[in-house]
């Protein structure tokens, strides 16, 4: 084996490592934060978007419900992946990692992320259902300024 690549495995390692045990700049996750704090902050946030779209009741209480469950199982996902990153962390301090162990946990972090995307998903096919098709042509209008603003 060359030194080349000896230096591109050690390397790819390095970044796997990496990836895999939730090292990242800033504040993804719940990092410092108190949860209850952020849960606050979308309900200002929805509770604004939902007057901006003049929402019924029946409507804001729909997408309350709607948030707390996600936020519910969304922190849930974040306190298993502190988790996750612990155990990655015993296999890379390990003078022998289980290779079928790692992989074992990458699978299901993939899995539990991939249920939460499809939660996510379903959740803004229930938000459909709820607004008004005027209501739906302006938050059309409000994404795709979004979009365009980046």
Known sequence: M????KILIAGSAVLA????TGFRGGHMGWGPRDPERVKQMLTWRLDD?????????????AFHGLKDSL???GKRLFEEQKEARARMLEQWE????DARAVHALVDARVDAFRAFAHEVADA???A???FTPEQ?????ANIREHMNAR
């Open 128 to 130: 459909h259902r709820i």
């Open 49 to 61: 978007r939902l007057e901006d779209l003049n929402a019924t009741e029946e409507q804001k209480q």
């Open 17 to 20: 490592f990496v990836l895999l």
């Open 2 to 5: 060359t030194t080349k690549n």
């Open 136 to 140: 739906r042509q302006q938050v059309t």
């Open 94 to 97: 390990s003078p022998n990692p």
């Open 124 to 126: 803004a096919l229930r």
């Open 71 to 73: 936020f519910e199982d």
